[in-house]
Structures are given as structure tokens and as C-alpha cells.
């Protein structure tokens, strides 16, 4: 075993372990009153934090990034999965450096930091709750959508005002 978290309610066990010989690894999570497994969630990287997210809802793991140590690769990745199913919630997140040792804010919360060198960085803090998003998006860019951004982003959904501090966008 690698690494390992509890979730928030201590009832289930995230084991991280690697495969032997291989460029993969996989979280186990058990049941901490009875000890069986749950389920296992195989990763297509060897990986050396998990950390239970999102009230415990989501597991967020960090790829052991090799080759940072090696030639300084600037990039690490980080994932975030559905507990229940086991499935990726969207695409692979980017992280400078080893994107290693995952830490939340509290016990299954929603702010994740993760370090961004070795052996020595600074860390990167990632706030993952979608509530807080749009409030960020209205604060950083100052305006609405303009239709054509929202005919690229979100094409599938008729044009509406995000930022209601800001008029509407041609």
C-alpha cells in the first residue's frame, strides 16, 4: 500500500496501491467496520496520493509523475472519479510539477491543494465545487457570455445571462 484516506463519515478506506511491474495502479476501498472490499478503481498511472472529495462523493488521485524526477517534465496530472461508480468526473486536470501529496480543506471538502515541485514547491489549491465556478468566471472576466462564446461553449442550451451584475452580451 502506497497511501490511504478515509472518507469523511470513517466508514470506507481508500487504499492506494501499485502494481508491481507495471505503469499502473488502483485504489481499493474497503469497508472499515466489516474490512471487505467495495470495489477497486484502476488507474492508468501509477499514483501516489487519493484524497475523498465532495462530502465523499468523489476520490481525486494524483499521477506519480516519473519523469518530473528525471528531466523536470513541468507537468503532473490530477483526476477526480465518482465514488459510487467508479467513472472520471470530466477530462484529466493539468497540474505544475509532481501534482503529488493531495490534501483537502477538511475532511471530504471541496478545496484540494497538491504540490507543485520536488522537493521543494509551492502549492497549487484547486476550489472543485461547481457552485463557486460561476461566481469566479463573472468576477475574473467582468461580462456575460456574448452569444457567440455561448453558441461555441455551450451550444446545446438556448443563450441566458450567467453574471447578473452584468447586462446581457450581444
Known amino acids: 500500500m502506497r497511501a490511504a484516506a478515509f472518507s469523511p463519515d ?6 492506494l ?5 507495471s505503469s499502473t495502479g488502483r485504489v481499493v476501498l474497503y469497508d472499515v ?11 492508468p498511472y501509477i499514483s501516489d496520493s487519493v484524497a475523498f ?21 513541468p507537468l503532473g496530472r490530477f483526476d477526480l472519479w465518482d465514488r459510487a461508480t467508479l467513472l472520471p468526473i470530466g477530462e484529466p486536470l493539468s497540474i505544475p510539477g509532481s501534482a503529488s501529496s493531495l490534501a483537502t480543506d477538511q475532511p471530504g471538502g471541496y478545496r484540494i491543494t497538491t504540490a507543485t515541485g520536488w522537493p521543494a514547491g509551492t502549492p497549487t489549491v484547486l ?8 461566481a469566479t468566471a463573472c468576477r475574473l472576466a467582468g461580462r456575460n457570455l456574448t452569444r457567440a462564446e455561448w453558441a461555441q461553449y455551450i451550444p446545446e442550451l ?4 450567467t453574471c447578473p451584475q452584468w447586462p446581457a452580451s450581444a
Open 127 to 134: 476550489d472543485l465545487d461547481p457552485s463557486h465556478w460561476e
Open 17 to 21: 496501491v501499485w502494481d508491481q511491474g
Open 158 to 161: 438556448p443563450y441566458q445571462t
Open 53 to 73: 472529495v465532495a462530502g465523499g462523493r468523489w476520490l481525486a488521485t494524483s499521477e506519480f509523475n516519473l519523469s518530473f524526477l528525471t528531466n523536470g517534465s
Open 33 to 43: 467496520p466489516t474490512g471487505r472490499s467495495r470495489g477497486t478503481l484502476f488507474l
Open 10 to 15: 470513517s466508514q470506507t478506506l481508500g487504499a
